[in-house]
């Protein structure tokens, strides 16, 4: 089936030919292609000190420009996280790619807070169709395997926003930093295109009315099955919190970590920004497993969000950085558990609406509390605003750490 056929969701006249790919290819591909949006997503991190010198942009513009991309990721999600089921997985993965080169093309040549908003918001959709894609597709394909169709879901979502802002800084090394990196991720993601069109794409597993079949992709509202009702808004806070910590570090953090760390080194900053998200990525690898992993998840991570402000007063860089450490591993630990207690639970059918749902509340995360802080650096400082940024985070994850530890010490009473 041709892609143009998913997208206006008819059956082809005839069978051409195409690429039977193997189970490895197809699960590689869906893992390659949302890591590789993700990765350009946060391409910008270590960049944005240049960008806002550049553009004379505040610390409140830059978390415009970052929350543009947030905004735009959560009405995508809203909007088009079910769209993969009619459409096809395939089909919605191309249209992200799609996206992502537009986005990337508008930020590479931006001269104004405008025009990088708007690159960052068709970033944010394309973040958002393919979400919920890939997720779905990493569950078709392990059908026996949810735990590990999850797994593959968090790693690669973790391991392509950490592995972002190493790339921009290494990228920004070359001439004109503030372009050529996005000039050379253009080529890689459009390089992309040429194995999703070729692939033989599996039906659509909702296939849509043969009259009107556009009304199946009319926005939906969230909706959650009763019986993943209480993983799906665990999952949901946790996530939140995780996000809220992720979009600090990608936004305003690297100018933070910069002062702590007396340096101007893009790629050491770019660096220090990955370093909470790659240690979630390494946490999907180890896998802790026991009864009480989420629990001492959320309290490893509220040690090292906690830690920040101690960092930052006494000016320790290995402070800074095992801080960031304890608090990536333990929100990996976390929330791979709690991810993964929804994936099993909610019908295979209503995966990837759920899972949109699901980033829904924590991409959210990245949005309000960052534009929170970013206005707050303006009225009192970034380091009192940080301060009291992380230990609000800090003081929240203890309090959800306690519950958890009550909730799973119950059953075996």
Known sequence: MSVINELRMRAPLAERRSWDASLAVRLALAVTVISTL???AN???????????????????????FASYVVALIAGLVLAGHWSDHIGRRAALV?????????????????SLPMLAAGRALQGGAVALA??????????????????????TLMASAGGVAAGPVIGGLLSLLPVPTRTPFILYLGVLASLLIPLVLLRARPAIKAAAA?????????????????ARRSFWTAASVGFLSFAVFGFTLSLAPTWFAEIAGTSSRPLIGLLAALVLGSSAVSQLISPRGRFVVPVGLAAMAVGVGLLPAAEVTGSLPLLVGACLVAGFGQGMAFRVVFNEVSVRVDPSLHAQTISAVYVITYLGSAVPVLGLGAAAGIWGLNVSVTVFALTIAGICSVLAVGSLVRRHRPVR
């Open 38 to 40: 993700l990765i350009g």
């Open 43 to 65: 391409l910008a991190t270590p960049i944005y000190p240049l960008i806002q010198a550049d553009l004379h942009l505040s610390s409140f513009a830059v978390t415009v420009a």
């Open 95 to 111: 249209l992200a790619v799609v996206l992502g080169l537009l986005g990337a093309a508008l930020f590479a040549v931006a001269t």
């Open 131 to 152: 979400t919920g894609a890939s997720a779905a597709a990493l569950r078709d394909l392990l059908p026996s395997r949810p735990d590990w169709a999850s797994r593959f």
């Open 211 to 227: 009259v009107n079949p556009l009304s199946a992709l009319r926005p939906r509202r969230p909706a959650v099955s009763p019986d």
